[in-house]
């Protein structure tokens, strides 16, 4: 089971930001921006295009959503997407509030975040989410 599974089954604590029986979102815990989430199937596959047609389309609709939310919570130009799949096998979408395209780049320092401002910045993009 990956570390993604578990997190969504409520086995690792997450800081969650929306979810329904079919997705699980959450904040990542090496943020490249404030409010940057996670969005996951919570059907365990390694690869976003091994998902079933209906699934991954699903998926895209669910995160879009959140980044609704997300974009309510934090403000920011747009919100970016990534697809990368590689560190952790199993397929995530990545959620990222933009000012500049710069925002995006996965190679430059992580945000080192106290619990309490990501459970705030988590709580907000949930109680937005509930909205929608």
């Avoid at 500049?100 to 937005?128: C, N, T, W």
Wanted: charged share 25%.
């Amino acid at each position: 089971m990956s570390i993604f599974s578990k997190i969504a089954n409520g086995e690792i604590p997450s800081y969650k930001c929306a979810e329904d029986e079919r997705f699980y979102a959450f904040l990542d815990i090496n943020p490249v921006a404030l409010g940057h989430t996670l969005v996951i199937p919570r059907q365990e596959v390694d690869y976003i295009f091994d998902l079933d047609n209906r699934t991954l389309a699903d998926l895209h609709v669910f995160a879009k959503r959140v980044a609704l939310a997300l974009r309510e919570a934090v403000p920011c130009t747009k919100v970016g997407m990534a697809v990368l799949g590689l560190e952790v096998p199993h397929a995530h979408i990545h959620l990222i509030p933009l000012q500049s395209e710069g925002d995006m780049d996965f190679r430059k320092e992580k945000l080192h975040l106290q619990p309490e401002e990501m459970q705030a910045v988590a709580d907000k993009i949930y109680a937005a989410f509930k909205k929608l």
